[in-house]
C-alpha cells in the first residue's frame, strides 16, 4: 500500500510561479508485535525513512 502511495504522489502534476514541481515520498515502515515497546518500533521506523532519504529517496524502506 505505502509504495502505491508513493507512486500516486510522482504522478501528481504541480506548478508554482509557473515552473514545474516534483513531489516525491520517502517512508520508513516497521511492523509492531504486541509485545514490542512502541518508542522503539518507532525508533526502527525513523532510522528507516532516513535510510530511505539516504538511498536517494522517493522510496519505502522496511525497518529490520
Known sequence: VSDRIR???????????GEPVKLTISAGLVARRQDAILTAA??????ALYQAKDSGRDRVVDAQ
Open 7 to 17: 507512486q500516486a504522489v510522482s504522478e501528481i502534476q504541480l506548478t508554482h510561479g
Open 42 to 47: 518507532c525508533g526502527r521506523a525513523d532510522a
